[in-house]
């Protein structure tokens, strides 16, 4: 058996979503199950490029709900949804726009009401997991709290967060520089509120405390402090009712299945280039692959004696965190490379990094908390210089896992 000297620290990598995270309350709670359906949304103007937000507020049929400034007379979008590290989203600008080919979702923009001030996007994809924001039965009463999620332009980070007080809801009729040349004249039932906005909020969520959408940010009073209005989410089931996006629905059903892809038959076979662990024990553990991807739990297993130089490099001058990003992104090139949407475990010896990939799908059919036990057996196994009794007790437990599933 071959054994491996193993740094100190040796460093495990989790996909964020298998973080556990302690349980939230408020204004956080509201935050934490809102902002994955929270968007960045990018259009072109010519040269230039307007940035706003936006909601997913349809999961199925991919839309994304924003302002009609933020769009304008553009029929496409580019939309990003938050990436975590930690657990938290990751707030970095130029996180996003130097992925911008891989994390860019294109979309179309299929309703708009000009007078409203909304626009309904839709995508060619939606993330994995991520669920619509529900548009909220009845409008705020004033002193009630709203929450809402914004891209203030001004601001360093992205996905940020304020709460204030519905001030009053009625009937407005406003005009807006859209540019030099160019003057908005909108018409909506408002919820006007002591939020503050920036350019940049404008398309985000306003929401209750149920995490229900209530409103839509529009902007706030020039002439003013703390007077933000958010167009009514009654304006938004007019939109969502309207024959446009009923048109679209219609189509977006009858569209022809794609061809599907054909089925492998059997699993991946483990690729062990590191030389970590010993063959004839790699080999034993093949029959419990089987079962596994018989199961749909595939096992990814990939080893290297040197990750490819791209990411070596990278990973070397990288602090912490921003290795994690690393190798988060090497996996899943991986994973879509083989096709499989299984858990991956990946070991590199130069750096000495353990990655561990546990898919959404998966971590819905084992217990809580599986993600990181299945981490801690492997990154103590390999502590001890014991790496193929810690494969053995990983294949295990996500056997024994599946058995128990949730309960």
């Given amino acids: 058996m071959r054994t491996l000297r193993w740094l100190p620290s040796l460093l495990l990598l989790l996909t964020p979503a298998a973080l556990v995270a302690q349980e939230a309350t408020g204004g956080?709670?509201?935050?934490?199950e809102a902002v994955a359906s929270t968007v960045w949304v990018h259009s072109t103007r010519g040269l230039s490029l307007a940035t706003g937000s936006g909601t997913l507020i349809d999961a199925t049929h991919r839309l994304v709900l924003t302002n009609y400034h933020v769009v304008e007379e553009n029929p496409k979008a580019t939309i990003y949804f938050p990436e975590y590290r930690d657990g938290r989203p990751i707030p970095d600008r130029s996180y996003y726009t130097e992925?911008?080919?891989?994390?860019?979702v294109r979309g179309k923009v299929i309703a708009l009401d000009k007078g409203a001030d909304l626009a309904v996007v839709q995508l060619d994809s939606v993330p994995d997991g991520v669920k619509a924001i529900a548009v909220a039965p009845r409008s705020p009463e004033p002193g009630e709290l709203v929450?809402?999620?914004g891209n203030a332009g001004k601001s360093g980070a992205l996905w940020g967060y304020v709460n204030g007080t519905v001030r009053q809801v009625y009937r407005k009729k406003w005009e807006a520089a859209l540019s030099r040349t160019k003057t908005a004249r909108f018409e909506a039932r408002v919820i006007e509120t002591d939020t503050p906005t920036n350019p940049g909020d404008s398309g985000g969520p306003l929401l209750n405390d149920k995490g229900e959408l209530v409103g839509v940010t529009q902007g706030g009073a020039l002439n003013a402090s703390l007077v933000s209005f958010f167009v009514d989410a009654s304006e938004v089931k007019v939109l969502l009712a309207s024959r446009d996006v009923k048109d679209m629905k219609g189509r977006d059903k009858e569209k022809p299945d794609a061809k599907p892809v054909a089925k492998r038959t059997e699993p991946i076979a483990p690729s062990d280039a590191g030389k970590v662990f010993?063959?004839?024990k790699l080999k034993a553990l093949e029959p419990k692959l089987a079962e596994l991807f018989k199961a749909n739990a595939e096992v990814v297993i990939e080893t290297y004696a040197a990750a490819p130089a791209e990411w070596r490099e990278k990973a070397i001058k990288a602090k912490p965190a921003e290795r994690q990003e690393l190798f988060k992104e090497w996996g899943a090139e991986r994973l879509k490379a083989v096709k499989s949407d299984g858990v991956l475990i990946l070991v590199t010896l130069d750096p000495r990094v353990i990655h561990v990939e546990v898919p959404e799908a998966i971590r819905k059919r084992t217990p809580d908390k599986f993600a990181q036990k299945l981490g801690d057996t492997l990154?103590?196994?390999f502590k001890d210089k014991k790496?193929?009794?810690?494969?053995?007790?990983?294949v295990k437990?996500?056997?024994d896992n599946l058995a128990k599933g949730k309960s």
Wanted: charged content about 35%; proline content about 3%; overall charge positive.
């Fill in 99 to 104: 992925r911008a080919k891989r994390l860019g």
């Fill in 387 to 394: 790496p193929d009794d810690g494969l053995a007790d990983a």
């Fill in 28 to 32: 956080a709670k509201v935050y934490k």
């Fill in 147 to 149: 929450h809402s999620i």
């Fill in 379 to 381: 990154i103590k196994a």
């Fill in 397 to 399: 437990l996500l056997q």
């Fill in 278 to 280: 010993d063959a004839d």
